[in-house]
Antibody, heavy 114, light 112 residues
Framework: QVKLQQSGAELVKPGASVKLSCKTSGYTFSTSYMSWFKQIPGQSIEWIGMIYAGDGGTGYNQKFKGKATLTVDTSSSTAYMDLSSLTTEDSAVYFC???????WGQGVMVTVSS | DVVLTQTPPTLSATIGQSVSISCRSSQSLLDSDGDTYLNWLLQRPGQSPQLLIYSVSNLESGVPNRFSGSGSETDFTLKISGVEAEDLGVYYCMQATHAPYTFGAGTKLELK
């Protein structure tokens, strides 16, 4: 069955970077799209961007350009998101999801604190 | 960016009651390919969002048929015909017609 398994919670210092992973199984990753989302607890959901695993092509929400970088490793069917120059405003739960939005990762809490 | 306005923000219901949630878009969600990419998702406490309805009115596999979606262009509705306890949580409408994809603010369904 389809699974999206995200990496564990992160506690990072302001100014640092973090790389989140989303390991997939149960479907053909190499010809699929993956989206990433941000949700501050108690608030709605924001779309960060998406990546096509076939050629690594990306599309970003303008709000997250320069903040998030999406990549894939088709050999391990894993999608990655790098978040850079972290501030307290980046503290949130981050989700990966297939672009049909039918399968989501479990989410990963990123806490930015000194 | 497309703004999705959901109403009501909170909904109190008894088990078995039928309820509706409205989602209004700041612009038409009809895509040039003829499809309308308006989806409904449920997020239960502490869980990831779950897709309920895609492209306005298509029931996602495994979702009970007490959920239904309708609407067109800028006006959309999710109906639950007979609320069950497992339906509690926050409902979001989401559009994927125009980049960036956007979500409504959510409607919290509570037990009365």
């Amino acid at each position: 069955q389809v699974k999206l398994q995200q990496s564990g919670a992160e506690l990072v210092k302001p100014g640092a970077s973090v790389k989140l992973s989303c390991k997939t199984s149960g479907y053909t990753f190499s010809t699929s799209y993956m989206s990433w989302f941000k949700q501050i607890p108690g608030q709605s959901i924001e779309w960060i961007g998406m990546i096509y695993a076939g050629d690594g092509g990306t599309g970003y929400n303008q709000k997250f350009k320069g903040k998030a970088t999406l990549t894939v490793d088709t050999s391990s069917s894993t999608a990655y998101m790098d978040l850079s120059s972290l501030t307290t405003e980046d503290s949130a739960v981050y989700f990966c999801a297939r672009n049909s939005f039918d399968y989501w990762g479990q989410g990963v809490m990123v806490t930015v604190s000194s | 960016d497309v703004v999705l306005t959901q109403t009501p923000p909170t909904l109190s219901a008894t088990i078995g009651q039928s309820v509706s949630i409205s989602c209004r878009s700041s612009q038409s969600l009809l895509d040039s390919d003829g499809d309308t990419y308006l989806n409904w998702l449920l997020q239960r406490p502490g869980q990831s969002p779950q897709l309920l309805i895609y492209s306005v009115s298509n029931l996602e596999s495994g979702v009970p048929n007490r959920f239904s979606g309708s609407g067109s262009e800028t006006d959309f509705t999710l109906k639950i015909s007979g609320v069950e306890a497992e339906d509690l949580g926050v409902y979001y409408c989401m559009q994927a017609t125009h980049a960036p994809y956007t979500f409504g603010a959510g409607t919290k369904l509570e037990l009365k």
